[in-house]
């Protein structure tokens, strides 16, 4: 059954799938193409929502050069700065993935959040 709900405004396309006795389902060619989906998917529980999305595959290697730029500076090389990279890098997309979420938690009203002016004041109140 395919619907095309609106829901806040946006277009969601929706379509019900059979489980199958060994709890498996089909991705609608449609929404595989369309979210670029590959070898694996990401398994998400959000609520009373399950989401499944294509599996990220670049987990934290965006900051690899950061990363590696701060622990070379505080000294480190070979098998001590080998292990602190993994340490740092697995420390990442658990970071980003908590942002987001409180991103989302904002957008939706339900989480903290800060106004422009939280952040940067009110611009007409300066200093004599």
């Known amino acids: 059954m ?3 709900v609106v829901k806040g405004g946006a277009k969601v396309d929706k379509k019900i799938v059979s489980i199958s006795s060994k709890r498996q389902i089909t991705i609608p060619q449609k929404f595989f193409s369309m979210l670029g989906f590959a070898d694996e998917a990401e398994c998400i529980v959000r609520g ?3 989401v499944v999305r294509p599996a990220r ?3 934290g290697g965006e900051f690899a050069e950061q990363i590696l730029a701060d622990l070379i500076a505080q000294g480190l090389s070979g098998n001590e ?3 602190q990279f993994k340490a740092k890098q697995a420390q990442v997309r658990p970071a980003v993935e908590a942002m987001i979420a409180e991103a989302e938690e904002a957008a939706h009203g339900s989480g903290e959040y800060s106004t422009y002016d939280d952040i940067f004041g009110d611009e007409e109140e300066k200093d004599d």
């Open 48 to 50: 009373n929502e399950l």
């Open 81 to 83: 700065l080998l292990t």
């Open 2 to 4: 395919n619907t095309a």
């Open 57 to 59: 595959t670049n987990a």
